[in-house]
Structures are given as C-alpha cells and as structure tokens.
T-cell receptor, first 115, second 115 residues
Framework: GALVYQYPRRTICKSGTSMRMECQAVGFQATSVAWYRQSPQKTFELIALSTVNSAIKYEQNFTQEKFPISHPNLSFSSMTVLNAYLEDRGLYLCGAREGGNTEVFFGKGTRLTVV | GDSVTQTEGQVTVSESKSLIINCTYS????????LFWYVRYPGEGLQLLLK?????QKGSSRGFEATYNKETTSFHLQKASVQESDSAVYYC????????????FGKGTSLTVIP
C-alpha cells in the first residue's frame, strides 16, 4: 500500500535555530508533495506545494526564505524551518499524491517545539 | 479564498448512539470542489475516511456517510450507531479541482465515544 513516513516525529529546538524535517513516500510516486502546519488551536494551513519539475508554490504568509523545501525525486521531500521562533511551533504534516490521483496520503507529522 | 467550517471542539457520544458532525464550505472556484473527510486516530496519521467529487452524491465508509449538497454547501458526516473505536479527530476538507493545488481543512472535531 501507499505510505508516507515523516521524521523526526517530535523535535525541540532553541529559539533562533533551524530544524529540518523529512517526508518519505513508499509504494507510490510522490509527484506532488504539500507541507502543512497545524498551530495550536488552529487547523492545517498549507505552507507550500511542490510538484516535480515545477517551481515550488508558497502560500501567502509563508516564504522560501523561511521554509526552504527540497523535492529531489519521486519518493522524498524535506523542509527546513529556519530561524524558528515560538510562532513556528506546531505539527507539520506532509501530504503526497501521485499524478492525477484524487487521494492524498499523509504522514503522521513532525511536532516542533521551540524553546 | 476557500474555507471549511465544521463542528468545532470536542463531541462526546454514547456508544450505539447516532452522530452528526457538521461541515460547510465556501469556495471562489468556478468548478465545484471535491470534498473529503479525514480521520486521525490517536497516535496515527491522517487517513482518508471518505470522499465525494460529484455534487449530489453520497460517500460512505466504515458506517459513516456524507452527502455533497451544493445548494446548502454542506458535507455533514453522519453515523447511525457509533462505536468506541470511532473515537478520533475528524477533519472536513476541500480540494479545488483539477489538481488540488489548494487543499483546505476544517479545524477538526474530536469525537469521544463512551461505553
């Protein structure tokens, strides 16, 4: 079956430092990968959508300078939270989809705590 | 922009009783969106529960069902008789066709089924 693994599951970083999280697709080709953030008491916000062979599209309020994303092949993507502060804490979710399929497969998320 | 509003917070239901979690959506897209219910069991990632991509149709899975009503812009989740194993967080989501460039989640409803 199709699975998406995210790691680390939990991480703590000091304010002002950076943290990299990874997303691995197994059993299908992750043509598109979307990264979301769920802040405390909020829903999942789309950070950016990465499609192989296309430019990464960032949503309003999120920038490449703050959340650089790499999507080097059809099974892997990573995102870094640069210069993390308290407002960056939350659960970061990776969702991947193959081609024109309607289903998006999600990982279990990386929970980021900033101290 | 597009948005999804669902029953917020925590819902507690006794086992074998009926359940309804409300979900309404708004979209600026010309095309009708695709609608989804995702579920997150404790310690697990987001899983697709059911989806409906055609207005007027009903989706069903694991005893849950939801009807895509374009007149009321609603996609309420219902189950006639809940079980303790249904305890989870449920998210209503909207995807703009054709490529889900944008995928919007509601804030989630935490369901607790008590025996």
């Amino acid at each position: 079956g199709a699975l998406v693994y995210q790691y680390p599951r939990r991480t703590i970083c000091k304010s002002g430092t950076s943290m990299r999280m990874e997303c691995q697709a197994v059993g299908f080709q992750a043509t598109s990968v979307a990264w979301y953030r769920q802040s405390p008491q909020k829903t999942f916000e789309l950070i950016a959508l990465s499609t192989v062979n296309s430019a990464i599209k960032y949503e309003q309020n999120f920038t490449q300078e703050k959340f650089p994303i790499s999507h080097p092949n059809l099974s892997f993507s990573s995102m870094t939270v640069l210069n993390a502060y308290l407002e960056d804490r939350g659960l970061y979710l990776c969702g991947a989809r193959e081609g024109g399929n309607t289903e998006v497969f999600f990982g279990k998320g990386t929970r980021l705590t900033v101290v | 922009g597009d948005s999804v509003t669902q029953t917020e917070g925590q819902v507690t239901v006794s086992e074998s009783k009926s359940l309804i979690i409300n979900c309404t959506y708004s979209t600026t897209s010309i095309a009708y969106p695709n609608l989804f219910w995702y579920v997150r069991y404790p310690g697990e990632g987001l899983q697709l529960l059911l989806k409906v991509i055609t207005a007027g149709q009903k989706g069903s899975s694991r005893g849950f069902e939801a009807t895509y009503n374009k007149e009321t812009t609603s996609f309420h989740l219902q189950k006639a008789s809940v079980q303790e194993s249904d305890s989870a967080v449920y998210y209503c989501a909207l995807g703009d066709p054709p490529g889900y460039q944008n995928f919007y989640f509601g804030k989630g409803t935490s369901l607790t089924v008590i025996p």
